[in-house]
């Protein structure tokens, strides 16, 4: 159910975004391996016009620099995919989290909610999130296809109005 103001804010938005894909695993070395940046990238370019795509290293300075060729690219979003659980090596959210200027927790409260439908409390050790940096919204959810397909669910139908609000 949607308040009126969320439909007028909806209906000024445009479907016109750009969207970047980065993918962080140590272990997927080709596109053609990681399922998750595919169905992203699918699912991107059946609505919105999908600019970049990068798979890199679980690496904080490759996350970064992956970000900043992104937004000078002009991507409104950029999504990202791994990296997210509890591992050493895990370092998507502490990157990401430090370059925020607004922080979008509603996300992640709502991924780990849908997730808990679908996985029971396994769901505890998602730590996906989302924020704003320099006006480009970015989502950072876990690896697995299933997790970015649940994420995908709750956000794919609101980029346009996230964005319209972002860009304002």
Do not use: W
Request: some cysteine.
């Amino acid at each position: 159910m949607k308040s009126e103001t969320a439909k007028e804010h909806q209906s000024e938005s445009s479907n016109d975004i750009t969207c970047g894909i980065i993918t962080l695993s140590d272990s997927r070395k080709s596109e053609k391996l990681d399922l998750s940046g595919q169905y992203m990238a699918e699912e991107i370019e059946k609505r919105y016009t999908l600019k970049s795509r990068k798979l890199i290293p679980d690496e904080k300075d490759d996350l970064i620099n992956a970000i900043e060729e992104m937004i000078s690219e002009g991507n409104d979003v950029i999504l990202t995919t791994g990296g997210t659980g509890l591992d050493t090596r895990d370092i998507t959210v502490e990157t990401v989290e430090e370059l925020f200027v607004k922080k979008l927790d509603g996300f992640g409260e709502l991924f780990r909610a849908r997730s808990y439908d679908e996985i029971g409390a396994a769901a505890l050790l998602s730590r996906a999130t989302a924020g704003i940096y320099k006006k480009t919204v970015i989502f950072s959810m876990p690896g697995s296809p299933n997790a970015v397909k649940t994420a995908f669910s709750i956000i794919i139908d609101e980029l346009p109005h996230i964005v319209h609000h972002v860009k304002k």
